[in-house]
């Protein structure tokens, strides 16, 4: 069945650990997204990638960075995390079409101490 | 640019009552219209959408939603609630041209189906 992974689900760190948030999907779609989401705030897109080694800064502004080697893999990475990190983490791809419909994995809830 | 209004950040309403979530946008292109749904733990996954055509879209649990152009709206709405939908719904744009298509979200708002 075609899906979207992310792991962890839930990630407890301290203040300037180095992490990666893992996104993977089945579906051979070429976009993919990374959103952070806080309560009762807008999706905000932090970083998107329209293919293999193509990579692009979204509207949010973000210490992370991302990789595309593989068409199914879309990793994000903190250098040095803060609390100000703290936040549910959205991944997602789209097949191609008017309007592009999004399919989202479960999320990462990152908490940074 | 575009932007999502959703009104209501949260809407309280009975088993079996009928409910409409309301979504105004602004836009200086034409654009496609979505509304996503979140369950408690999960990501968002899509509800219905507008692309062309007839301005009234149905989802396959009963939900509806219909463009007004003239207003710049795309208001969801359901009959018959269900304890089940209960969850965040958020609204989202995506301009026709340009290629992107990236959407703008709203802020969502949060279904809560007392019984």
């Known amino acids: 069945e075609a899906d979207i992974y992310q792991t962890p689900r839930y990630l407890v760190i301290g203040t300037g650990k180095k992490i990666t948030l893992e996104c993977s999907q089945t579906?051979?779609?070429?976009?993919m997204y990374w959103y952070q989401q806080d309560p009762g705030m807008e999706l905000h897109l932090i970083h998107y990638?329209?293919?293999?080694?193509?990579?692009e800064k979204g509207d949010l502004s973000s210490e992370s960075t991302v990789s595309r080697i593989r068409t199914e893999h879309f990793p994000l990475t903190l250098e040095s995390a803060r609390p100000s990190h703290t936040s549910q983490y959205l991944c997602?791809?789209?097949?191609?079409?008017?309007?592009?419909?999004?399919?989202f994995g479960p999320g990462t809830r990152l908490t940074v101490l | 640019a575009q932007s999502v209004t959703q009104l209501d950040s949260q809407v309280p309403v009975f088993e079996e009552a009928p409910v409409e979530l309301r979504c105004n946008y602004s836009?200086?292109?034409?654009?496609?219209l979505f509304w996503y749904v979140q369950y408690p733990n999960q990501g968002l996954q899509l509800l219905l959408k507008?692309?062309?055509?007839?301005?009234l879209v149905k989802s396959i649990n009963g939900f509806e939603a219909e463009f007004n152009k003239s207003q710049t709206s795309f208001h969801l709405r359901k009959p018959s609630v269900h304890i089940s939908d209960t969850a965040e719904y958020f609204c989202?744009?995506?301009?026709?041209?340009?290629?992107?298509?990236?959407?703008?979200f709203g802020r969502g708002t949060s279904l809560i189906v007392h019984p």
């Open positions: 997602a791809s789209s097949e191609p079409g008017p309007g592009d419909t999004q399919y």
């Open positions: 579906m051979g779609h070429d976009k």
């Open positions: 990638s329209y293919g293999v080694n193509s990579t």
């Open positions: 836009s200086s292109v034409s654009v496609y």
């Open positions: 507008y692309l062309s055509g007839s301005t």
């Open positions: 989202a744009v995506s301009p026709l041209s340009g290629g992107s298509y990236i959407p703008t």
